[in-house]
């Protein structure tokens, strides 16, 4: 479930996201984000959600794969992580993003 504005586990910097998504529920920046700071709360389920959100609204965010598999490795979800850096690797071809071609490249193989 997500916190709502007044929710203890909601942080500043989340409460400004939130609000921020409430004005531009399309801006997948602002999703991205708002994935972060669950992720870095270990929040990895509420991260996943708003990860897919992310890469729903441009496939081509492509960072967000990397970091849904990170959230995905520490819920011990291997094969989805790894199934997610491929399709990772298939957008960061598509978007000429050789930065991010690499890393999720270098992810996968660690993971696999």
């Known amino acids: 479930m997500q ?7 909601t942080t500043p910097r989340l409460a400004q996201l939130l609000k921020l998504h409430a004005s531009e529920p399309a801006d997948p920046f602002c999703m991205y984000g708002i994935a972060q700071e669950h992720a870095r709360a270990g929040r990895h389920l509420e991260a996943l959600g708003w990860y897919d959100q992310t890469i729903a609204a441009d496939s081509g965010y492509c960072y967000a794969y990397y970091h849904k598999a990170r959230s995905l490795e520490d819920l011990e979800r291997i094969d989805e992580a790894c199934e997610v850096l491929r399709a990772g690797l298939e957008a960061a071809k598509r978007a000429a993003d050789s930065h991010a071609l690499a890393e999720i490249r270098g992810y996968l193989d660690q993971l696999t």
Do not use: K, W, Y
Not at 3 to 9: E, F, K, L, Q, S
């Open 3 to 9: 916190p709502g504005p007044n929710d203890p586990a």
